[in-house]
């Protein structure tokens, strides 16, 4: 059974950093491309990250160039979000998922996220 276990988050004032991880199961994360979402209260999901299945390509959201990496540890099935700089606008419940096939019905499956709050 799919089951994503995202950890990290917390309160961090602007400028700060934290690391996210996302525990999966059910399957092997590098056999997939794996994208972290964020969404913010009141608005819609969007996506903050995405990782090619071989891992040797992200592609980032503008909001978070320069600022946000996206990696991967294949031997415990976990990708990670460092996020340095962090500004009040990151402020989101954090998810992971991977990039299922639009008929897979385990493309349904998200985790409970976790959130970050950046504030002064």
């Known amino acids: 059974q799919v089951q994503y276990v995202e950890s990290g988050g917390g309160m961090v004032q602007p400028g700060g950093s934290l690391r996210l991880s996302c525990s999966a199961s059910g399957f092997t994360v590098s056999n997939y491309a794996m994208t972290w979402y964020r969404q913010a209260p009141g608005q819609e999901r969007e996506i903050v990250a995405v990782m090619s299945r071989a891992g040797d390509n992200v592609v980032y959201h503008d909001a978070v160039k320069g600022r946000f990496i996206m990696s991967r540890d294949s031997a415990i099935n976990t990708v990670y979000l460092q996020m340095n700089n962090l500004k009040p606008e990151d402020t989101a419940r954090y998810y992971c998922?991977?990039?299922?096939?639009?008929?897979?019905?385990?493309?349904?499956?998200w985790g409970k996220g976790t959130l970050v709050t950046v504030s002064s």
């Open positions: 998922k991977a990039a299922w096939p639009k008929s897979d019905i385990r493309g349904n499956i």
